[in-house]
């Protein structure tokens, strides 16, 4: 069985930071890559970064290029989203998953989410 527990959400400043946590547990050994998605209110999940477990190459959405940088810990089975330059437009429950094959569009295991509100 494999969870994910999301932390790290909340409410800031636009311009301000934050930093989602995402706590693996169970078969983690199976994981090719992880990632973030988000979904803000009336709007459909979309992706929002991605990093392979073997080799830790990241991949984002343009949105969010050069402002939010994801990082994964292997020892400590959790993955990371540091989220700078926050604007209102990035407000939305985040959601991380994990994909047991690598595909870019498959995710096997997801999270509960955590919200993350960006006031003007």
């Known amino acids: 069985q494999v969870q994910l527990v999301e932390s790290g959400g909340g409410l800031v400043q636009a311009g301000g930071s934050l930093r989602l946590s995402c706590a693996a547990s169970?078969?983690?050994?199976?994981?090719?890559?992880m990632g973030w998605f988000r979904q803000a209110p009336g709007k459909a999940r979309e992706f929002v970064a991605r990093?392979?477990?073997?080799?830790?190459?990241?991949y984002y959405t343009d949105s969010v290029k050069g402002r939010f940088t994801i990082s994964g810990d292997n020892a400590k089975n959790t993955l990371y989203l540091q989220m700078n330059s926050l604007k209102p437009e990035d407000t939305a429950v985040y959601y991380c998953?994990?994909?047991?094959?690598?595909?870019?569009?498959?995710?096997?295991?997801w999270g509960q989410g955590t919200q993350v509100t960006v006031s003007a």
């Open positions: 169970g078969r983690t050994d199976r994981f090719s890559a």
């Open positions: 990093i392979t477990w073997i080799g830790g190459n990241a």
């Open positions: 998953a994990a994909s047991v094959v690598a595909s870019p569009s498959r995710y096997d295991y």
